[in-house]
């Protein structure tokens, strides 16, 4: 077992792909924690716009949030009807590209591509956020701990979907028992207080309403609070991943997700107004998150609170791992239909596909290092993928049912799909100059970049698929050239593998150093005589002239003038090369057999080849 | 013509080398500007040893500086002799090696190698360095001026010796003709003035005397003052640079430069007598070189001056150019035996060394980057090189007298080897903390490399050299080995090739994807019922299960499997390509051919041969 064994795993053969399959306590570690945590940071973001309220501001997140709870269950009932129309994972993209066309399909796959990048880019850079918040000292570190935590679940998800499952378990499960305790204590209070209880540790005091509540601000509120709707389109994505009965299993997981998740967005929008809780500016100093308010305010400043707040931390670190889970699975899909590089199709050694990983990876690293690991510079570009997304699924659903005919569900999807594009609507508006641009520019080069590769790759298949048997006509032994430098050992393996090939044989020497005569005399003696007396066809010896003591160009362009003079043949240059024992050997030969490999591939035709005999010392 | 002809030059065939070669008039700016550079800090750094006995030093320059001559003059007769005796390039190099062994021979190059890179380095650095003590706002950009002055030095030098030569004419004349007319007019004025005459501009003062003379401070002054010395061999190196009758033209050259830098030296010498100049402290805020104090004194401050100086800064950033002509030459000696990789025997496109001229430029540029492009950090590694290699050289003509029995050149040189082999002690004693012991390491390294590289050629060459006529025994077809993925036209191409080469083919699929019927039922269909309706024998075909999914590593050990039981026969694995338009098509293909080919030379022996056939979409 090698290190390297025994960091990734040891490999998985195929058969063992049912082994590898989850259930609902894995699943929702896997599928859950991008939109369990995401109940971290959208009341926030709501609120946060509601602060010029004031104190009135508290009263109105109560009704948008029961809208948001509302759009989530309509989004939801529209997924469990994925789940059960595409049993092989039916993401945005699936639903898309079959019920709306494969335009309306490349969106969906270019959107849900950047969400999900972003998405593990701001999952971890708000984990190392609010940890930075909570230990100052550690703030010129930002973008190192970014790194770590990505380099980190990026080792883990290698070792395979069910490693990760059980990786994650304690941290997913500590938040969801922490926040569930938290709410149903702080419930328990008010209603015992008759609906006014005492907190604890009193929330910072609300400011004194400063502007009037208007439709716009009530759009962009409700438009921020539906960041916590993100990540719920995972589960029907990742679909295949459930073990048997696979469809219940994903349905079962999806189901606690959202009703979890609608418990902690009801919760936190009714303990808020009932303590008093309002968001304060992120970039004041007295700044405190709702959740950091909410428990201290039900709980107190106790060891519970520092529990509960670590794993909100590691919650939002680990909702990364969602991305992880489901943009290899998107890849493929995409890939599958030739939009994307074949490689996403191929399933590495634990039974993932890895090269989806490692673009995943290679792409966040790449947005963590270019914002610097700062989360508030990455949210305005997130969002957008995910709400596009959603509305060209919920559109795909709607075309699915009419064409099925069930009119009832058609208009479930029907009703999403308008509250999901409005939605994204408004945060395009209000998102624009902030970031969102760049993601409305990346969407159109990504779906013209996979239009340029599926063009490509019909092309290929056009030219290299055969519909007919082999062609056994036209088996003319080739004519082979076999470039000479000097008699040695090394070119008597050549010339004697070339008389095994072929009868018409030209040994080419370039005369870059006045060697010409001295070339003749051995190729007579050596090579000329023994044949003929035996009475095997003599090899051809070809001189050419180098007076500028070049001696690859002049060869190429003797194999291309000899491929033009034999339009009847095929041409193959047989290229000895040296191969060292030790690499620090190499300088001390020339390397003009790669270079000439590379010269006759690069300028040649498909009538010549290259025939590699290597001479090891 | 190309961008590149236009800067390089066009090629030269080997026909125009006689045309190529030069006369004194060239010679002396190719060959001479190192040693007469030296004149400009050569007496300086005896001088600045003198500091410390005040006007006292003074009077001491010109009896050392009379020995040193005195040297340069057994030398100079030492190195004429060499020139009749070496016709084609008598180095210290040669010169220890047929004369005193291979040993002393790889002491000398390691040591002259060294020299010439640290001559570029230094030339290169002094003339940027007086350059930034003129114009002081330049000094933040010393290492960016060394490089760029490098740069040119390359360019000019790769477009041949010859154009070489022209560009340096005027630069090396202006030197020497205005360092020569301040030395006529200082020694007229103080033969006019009876010895004492009145500077124009009187030098800075001399401290008063502070310490005694020493014999070791002695031998240490003379040692500094041989620094004038480097650069003498050059000529004696690059005698087949020179135009017929070549011994003369080389032998005229070198008494030209050594005549013309004892006038130099000596007239320094005694103008700083007679006009009471001495060195300045170099850290000193008052700093002013001797050269500067003297022609100031004998000029005047005037436009003359301010040519005079350019002109010496200059010819010391050409003299590095020395170096560029020598130290090809001496590699490609060195290669010649063996000791260095062959590729330094290769004459370019303009009839240079080039990989001599890159390995200069490269390790000069290194140097200039670790030491910062700073003179004096890189003095103490220098001139041990060159006492070194002047040392072997003269003792190696004291051999080659001996053994022709000419005592009179016998003991000239033998006083020649005596005093540089001293001079090279004080050197090293008296330079060793400040960094000579780099060259003191480097130089042993560089012997234990070249005798490694000289045991790896005859190694090679005892193996591949072949002293027989071709054997024609054993003809037998290869066994070929077709990996195939599916059933393509790619995959057609190459097993009708597979066929024109031999009758025992097997096509070998590996079942990572279980698509192990289908291919079965396609074969049966498309390849072997044609071939056995037209009675060929039909390839035989393999299926390696593969349960990890891994495509290479079984088919790699299937095939030294395969070369294992066959004994007999060579093995030829024929490897389909598709070879994309555009490079940025290549991530859309997998480079499973490439790793392939790698694999299998890497991994394979000498009966496995590799065939590339290119598939051009």
Redesign the interface.
């Given at each position: 077992m090698t290190l390297f064994d025994l960091v990734i795993g040891k490999?998985?053969?195929?058969?063992e792909e049912r082994a590898e399959h989850i259930g609902p306590i894995s699943g929702i570690p896997v599928f859950g924690l991008d939109a369990l945590s995401s109940a971290a940071y959208g009341p926030e973001a709501a609120l946060t716009l509601l602060i010029p309220l004031g104190f009135a501001g508290i009263e109105q997140i109560v009704p948008i949030t029961l809208a948001i709870i509302g759009l989530l269950a309509i989004v939801f009932f529209s997924y469990r009807q994925t789940i059960d129309a595409y049993p092989n994972g039916g993401g945005s993209y699936t639903v898309a590209s079959e019920n709306l066309g494969e335009q309306a399909g490349l969106l969906a796959a270019a959107a849900l591509m950047i969400d999900y990048i972003l998405n593990a880019a701001v999952g971890i850079a708000a984990g190392v956020g609010a940890l930075v918040s909570a230990i100052p000292r550690l703030q010129p570190h930002t973008l190192g701990l970014c790194l770590a935590i990505l380099l980190i679940l990026t080792l883990i998800n290698m070792r395979g979907i069910k490693d990760a499952g059980s990786a994650f378990l304690i941290p997913t499960y500590l938040f969801v028992g922490t926040l569930l305790l938290v709410i149903i204590v702080g419930a328990v209070r008010a209603i015992a207080a008759g609906g006014h209880p005492t907190p604890i540790v009193a929330p910072p005091r609300l400011p004194a309403s400063a502007s009037m509540l208007t439709l716009w601000l009530l759009a962009k509120v409700f438009a921020s609070g539906c960041t916590a709707m993100t990540g719920v389109e995972a589960v029907s994505n990742g679909v295949t991943a459930f073990r048997e009965p696979t469809q219940k299993n994903a349905k079962r997981t999806l189901t606690i997700i959202i009703v979890l998740l609608m418990i902690f967005l009801a919760g936190i929008a009714l303990l808020c107004r009932a303590y008093g809780i309002g968001a304060t500016d992120p970039t004041g100093s007295g700044y405190q998150s709702i959740l950091s308010q909410l428990v201290s305010a039900v709980m107190g400043r106790g060891w519970f609170y520092y529990v509960t707040i670590a794993s909100i931390l590691a919650a939002l670190a680990l909702s990364a791992n969602t991305s992880f889970a489901d943009f290899p699975r998107l890849t493929r899909a995409v890939a599958q239909r030739d939009c994307l590089?074949?490689?996403f199709k191929?399933?590495?050694?634990r039974l993932l596909y890895s090269y989806g990983i490692s673009a995943l990876v290679g792409s966040t690293a790449l947005l963590l290092i270019v914002f610097g690991g700062v989360t508030d510079r990455l949210i305005p570009l997130y969002a957008i993928g995910a709400f596009l997304a959603f509305t060209l699924s919920q559109a795909g659903m709607v075309m699915h049912w009419k064409r099925k005919g069930a009119r009832r569900h058609m208009i479930i999807n029907g009703v999403g799909a308008v509250a999901t594009g409005i939605t994204l609507l408004v945060v395009l508006v209000a998102k624009f100059t902030e970031g969102a641009w760049i993601t409305a520019i990346l969407v159109p080069a990504l779906i013209l970049s996979m239009r340029a590769?599926k063009r490509?790759?019909d092309?290929?298949t056009c030219?290299?698929?055969?519909d007919?048997?082999?062609?056994?006509e036209n088996?003319?032994?080739?004519l082979v050239i076999v470039p000479l430098d000097r008699?040695?050992?090394?070119t008597?393996?050549g010339?004697?593998?070339a008389?095994?090939?072929s009868d018409h044989i030209q040994a080419v020497h370039v005369d870059a150093e006045?060697s010409c005569e001295e070339i003749k005399q051995i190729w007579q003696?050596?090579?000329a005589?023994?044949?003929t007396r035996?009475g095997?066809p003599v090899p051809e010896l070809v001189i050419l002239p180098s007076?500028?003591?070049?001696v690859l160009p002049p060869l190429v362009d003797y194999v291309l003038k000899v491929e033009h003079d034999h339009p009847e043949c095929?041409i193959?240059v047989l290229i000895p090369?040296?191969?060292v024992k030790h690499w620090w050997?190499t300088?001390?030969?020339?390397q003009r057999a790669q270079l000439l490999?590379l010269l006759l591939?690069w300028r040649?035709?498909?009538r010549?080849?290259?025939?590699?005999?290597?001479?090891?010392?």
């Open positions: 490999p998985l053969p195929t058969t590089p074949h490689v191929i399933r590495g050694r590769i490509h790759y092309r290929v030219e290299v698929n055969i007919r048997p082999l062609s056994i088996l003319a032994e080739p008699w040695s050992r090394i008597e393996k010339l004697r593998f008389m095994k090939l006045d003696r050596d090579v005589v023994p044949l035996s095997t007076p500028c003591r070049y095929q193959a090369e040296l191969m050997q300088p001390l030969h020339n490999k591939l040649g035709n498909r010549i080849i290259v025939i590699n005999i290597p001479w090891y010392l």
